[in-house]
Nanobody
Framework: QVQLVESGGGLVQAGGSLRLSCAAS????????MGWFRQAPGKEREFVAAISWSDVTYYTNSVKGRFSISRDNAKNTLYLQMSSLKPEDTAVYYC????????????????????WGQGTQVTVSS
C-alpha cells in the first residue's frame, strides 16, 4: 500500500523558513513526478510546486524565488524548502504524485493526482 507522509509544518513568523518533508513508502518514487499542493481555510486546494522524473522543477508564480522543491531518491523523500514566508502562505500542505511517472511538472496543477499525503499545517504569523 502506497503511503505519503508529510512532516515539518508548524508556526513561523513572517520572513521565516520551514522545510517540509514527504516520506514515501509502499513503492519507490525516484524517477517519478511529484508535487506539493496547499489548501488555505475557505479556499480550494492549489498547486504549489512540482518536480519531474528527471528533476526538472516548476512553481506557481506566487512562490517562485522563495520555495524550492527537491528530492532524495535514496530516502524516497520529497522536500519543500520554504523561505521568506508570508501570512498568505498559511495553509495545509500536501504532497502528491500522479499515476504516470513521466508527467511534465508544468501540468501537475491541472491533472488528477493518484496519491496524496494527509497534509501538514503551515501557519505564518504577521
Amino acid at each position: 500500500q502506497v503511503q505519503l507522509v508529510e512532516s515539518g509544518g508548524g508556526l513561523v513568523q513572517a520572513g521565516g523558513s520551514l522545510r517540509l518533508s514527504c516520506a514515501a513508502s509502499g513503492r519507490t518514487f525516484s524517477n517519478h513526478a511529484m508535487g506539493w499542493f496547499r489548501q488555505a481555510p475557505g479556499k480550494e486546494r492549489e498547486f504549489v510546486a512540482a518536480i519531474s522524473w528527471s528533476d526538472v522543477t516548476y512553481y506557481t508564480n506566487s512562490v517562485k524565488g522563495r520555495f524550492s522543491i527537491s528530492r532524495d531518491n535514496a530516502k524516497n523523500t520529497l522536500y519543500l524548502q520554504m523561505s521568506s514566508l508570508k501570512p498568505e502562505d498559511t495553509a495545509v500542505y500536501y504532497c502528491a504524485a500522479p499515476g504516470s511517472a513521466n508527467t511534465p511538472p508544468q501540468i501537475m496543477g491541472a491533472i488528477r493526482m493518484a496519491y496524496w499525503g494527509q497534509g501538514t499545517q503551515v501557519t505564518v504569523s504577521s
